[in-house]
């Protein structure tokens, strides 16, 4: 992708088409919280904020910079960002009558809403999620997408996409596609953070280094190329076993507060 460019840990890079599409989505949110006549609850309005202000401080400044030309490690802290946790936020900032709203004319055609009911189904979604980011942490569509900005710019939305339809069978609020009950979600998220887990186990005890842009990358920090990618999984591992762990918690605690309020 050409010359590596002077990194700065205050400002960084900013990518307009980011911002540009941030911005169109929180204002098409709020258009459509107007058009419902309802103002947002303060809960789901700061978990949407959240969401977006994430997705841009993963693709812009400093942490863009050092994943697109220094670090892996750097760079699965950009993935992490983008699959683990603007998902969740986005999903459950968005209220269900919005989702509804966008799914209704595709569920009213036959071929349109047999592929949305079958990418929110539990096996396709996890199957869609566990093949982007499997496939994508592999050294041949790993290197490619960082020798051509193009591809690059399809790995993120593959990952980004794969983990919302990933998330959908948790945090869905659409009534026309919901969420697994609460017993099936706690299934469910037991095997979720499986394939993160398996390519953080591929990086982290390799012998050799797999994605030789990084080698060749400029040293800012005192890492080998070894060691920084072995930082890369371990940052992989982690989250991926805490992250689906909270989200665990919550479920079975909800579901034990929906068991007491049922009337005996």
Known sequence: MGAAPPLSWTTGSIHPEVVLACGVVAAAWAWAWHAHGTRPRPGPAVRFAGGLLALLLALNGPLHDLSDWYLFSAHMVQHLVLTLVVPPLLLTGVPGFML??????CLARRAPGAVVRTLTRPLPAFTAYAAAVIGWHLPGPYNTALEIHGWHVVEHLALLGAAILGWWPIVSPSRLAPPLPYAAQLLYL??????????????TGAE?????????????????????????????????????????????????????????
Do not use: C, H, K, N
């Not at 509804?100 to 004319?105: H, K, M």
């Not at 037991?190 to 990086?203: E, Q």
């Open 100 to 105: 509804d709203a966008l799914l209704r004319p």
């Open 190 to 203: 037991f095997v979720f953070g499986m394939p993160m887990t398996v390519v953080a186990a591929m990086i």
């Open 208 to 264: 050799r280094v797999l994605y030789p842009f990084y080698e060749a990358a400029p040293r800012i920090v005192d890492l080998t190329p070894l060691a920084d990618q072995r930082l890369g999984g371990v940052i992989m591992w982690v989250p991926s076993g805490l992250i689906p762990l909270a989200a665990f918690t919550i479920v079975f605690f909800r579901w034990v507060a929906a068991e007491a309020d049922e009337p005996a």
